[in-house]
């Protein structure tokens, strides 16, 4: 099974940078993605890797080490509509996704 | 394409009744899954279909039961609703099971069991 731990809650500032932690213990890891969730709507894919390092995709960036099973999602130049809740997710063998209980992100004026 | 929807968008149930939410995907996705959010708790697996005839049991599948008979089609069932299944319930569905393929999800049901 999977156990995955990222904070509850985090806050910045409009402009500013975030970045939100994920740790995790897997019995067998096939990838890990990151998923957007504003209040009331479903997720919405935003980043996946399986390698160890970097992946950019415009101000969002997603990193990953699997021998200290950490991954972090950078959001860049926050916008107020980055205000939602963030879900990092590890894939076994089998394929199934385990989600983190999600990270609430606000941003402020 | 209207990607992954899902029927009922609300439903109120009273205890011990039954009912079937509907999936469907419009992208011809092999594997479809189905999720329960709960405060505090994240999404967590209930079943998933690799392919149109199979289903396997995922975290939680205790009280549910699923239907795939159609590729497009992913039905989930509560024999016996329980206060303890008031969720929000969401459908996904992928291209392929391994690969880098990203999960699409539908909007959600909301269900309150009384």
């Known amino acids: 099974g999977q156990n995955i731990d990222q904070p509850t809650e985090m806050t910045a500032t409009e402009g500013a940078i975030v970045q939100i932690n994920c740790t995790y213990q897997?019995?067998?890891?096939?990838?890990l993605f990151w998923y957007q969730q504003h209040a009331g709507e479903a997720p919405t894919f935003l980043s996946y890797n399986v390698l160890d390092g970097l992946e950019e995709k415009g101000r969002f960036s997603s990193f990953l080490s699997r021998s200290k099973g950490y991954s972090y999602l950078l959001l860049k130049e926050l916008q107020m509509k980055d205000s939602a809740s963030y879900l990092c997710?590890?894939?076994?063998?089998?394929?199934?996704?385990?989600f983190g209980a999600g990270t609430t992100v606000t941003v402020r004026a | 394409n209207a990607g992954v929807t899902q029927t009922p968008k609300f439903q109120v149930l009273k205890t011990g009744q039954s009912m079937t939410l509907q999936c469907a995907q419009d992208?011809?996705?092999?594997?479809m899954y189905w999720y329960r959010q709960d405060p505090g708790m994240g999404l967590r697996l209930i079943y998933y279909s690799a392919s149109e005839g199979t289903t396997d049991k995922g975290e939680v599948p205790d009280g549910y039961n699923v239907s795939r008979l159609k590729k497009q089609n992913f039905l989930l069932g509560l024999e016996s609703a329980a206060p303890s299944q008031t969720s929000v319930y969401f459908c996904?569905?992928?291209?392929?099971?391994?690969?880098?393929?990203?999960?699409?999800f539908g909007p959600g049901t909301r269900l309150t069991v009384t």
């Open positions: 997710a590890v894939r076994d063998r089998d394929y199934k996704l385990s």
């Open positions: 897997t019995s067998g890891f096939n990838g």
């Open positions: 992208m011809n996705h092999n594997s």
């Open positions: 996904a569905s992928s291209y392929e099971a391994g690969g880098p393929y990203e999960q699409y």
